[in-house]
T-cell receptor, first 112, second 112 residues
């Protein structure tokens, strides 16, 4: 049973465009929603995270939008750059046990 | 500040051989995790530990064993390696308070 569904599997965007990656979750007990960025040959690194008491969070060019009633959240990358090309994972967890469930990932390629 | 260190980075095993993947962290995190990453399948939890002497199974524990004798170290043991265990293995650690994980750089294992 996949508890965090992520789409699309892959995405190609021109430099300067705004790639959007979507995720949906099932467990209403989740209260922490991080996004991880992974470059080839490296481990995932925490990019940005949100808790369900806010609907949006921005850090630099990265924005998470969160819709609690729809159980959906998404990552937007403003003014995307070739250096943003990586695999992005959405995830969800409950703070009380800190076991993160990951989506299957989105391979993003930004064309120069 | 090394963070999470995994060794080796690469390994080729023959079917039926055994090996231990090493993981150590220097952040004094109580929680540690082992994930495997297969193409297009995201990250799947193998085993986790909430403190020295305490371990528990994750989603895909069969064929693996772990131990946690110290806060710093969380080795993953493969007994009787099988081709299905060909994967990239990531170790991670956290405070256990819902602020995300720190991942190591991974071990790429091939079983032939």
């Amino acid at each position: 049973q996949q508890q965090v569904k992520q789409s699309p599997q892959s995405l190609i965007v021109q430099k300067g465009g705004i790639p959007i990656i979507n995720c949906a979750y099932e467990n209403t007990a989740f209260d922490y929603f991080p996004w991880y960025q992974q470059f080839p040959g490296k481990g995932p690194a925490l990019l940005i995270a949100i808790r369900p008491d806010v609907s949006e969070k921005k850090e630099g060019r990265f924005t998470i939008s969160f819709n609690k009633s729809a159980k959906q959240f998404s990552l937007h990358i403003m003014d995307s750059q070739p250096g943003d090309s990586a695999t992005y994972f959405c995830a969800a967890s409950r703070s009380r046990d800190d076991k993160i469930i990951f989506g299957k990932g989105t391979r993003l390629h930004i064309l120069p | 500040n090394a963070g999470v260190t995994q060794t080796p980075k690469f390994r080729i095993l023959k079917i039926g051989q055994s090996m231990t993947l090493q993981c150590t962290q220097d952040m004094n995190h109580n929680y540690m995790y082992w994930y495997r990453q297969d193409p297009g399948m995201g990250l799947k939890l193998i085993y986790y530990s909430v403190g020295a002497g305490i371990t528990d199974k994750g989603e895909v524990p069969n064929g693996y064993n772990v131990s946690r004798s110290t806060t710093e170290d969380f080795p993953l043991r493969l007994e009787l390696a099988a081709p299905s265990q060909t994967s990239v293995y990531f170790c991670a650690s956290s405070t256990g308070q819902g602020y995300g994980y720190t991942f190591g750089s991974g071990t790429r294992l091939t079983v032939v």
